[in-house]
């Protein structure tokens, strides 16, 4: 049964971060490019960040470059999204999507509220 399970959503101040993480099961997790997307109300899934299935290469969201991390651990088969300098624009449910050839899976979502 394939999972992914995000974590590290909440609420936090503008400036302030948050570490997001995603935690996979269920599939060949090292063969697959691992990518956050967010979904604010109102508005369409964009793509945050991706990286490769061995995380040698990342991209990212014009806005979101300098601020936000990906990273992944294929050992633990979990990724991740460090989040800084956050923005009252970046309230939105954070999604891990995991795709190779026509495989695509996606988490459940996990909540991040920018607000003082």
């Known amino acids: 049964q394939v999972q992914l399970v995000e974590s590290g959503g909440g609420l936090v101040q503008p400036g302030g971060s948050l570490r997001l993480s995603c935690a996979a099961s269920?599939?060949?997790?090292?063969?697959?490019?691992m990518n956050w997307y967010r979904q604010a109300p109102g508005k369409e899934r964009e793509l945050v960040a991706r990286?490769?299935?061995?995380?040698?290469?990342?991209m990212y969201l014009d806005s979101m470059k300098g601020r936000f991390t990906i990273s992944r651990d294929n050992a633990k088969a979990t990724v991740y999204l460090q989040m800084n300098s956050l923005k009252p624009e970046d309230t939105a449910v954070y999604y891990c999507?995991?795709?190779?050839?026509?495989?695509?899976?996606w988490g459940q979502g996990t909540q991040v509220t920018v607000s003082s």
């Open positions: 999507n995991a795709r190779y050839s026509y495989y695509d899976y």
């Open positions: 990286i490769s299935s061995v995380g040698g290469s990342t």
């Open positions: 269920g599939f060949t997790f090292s063969r697959y490019a």
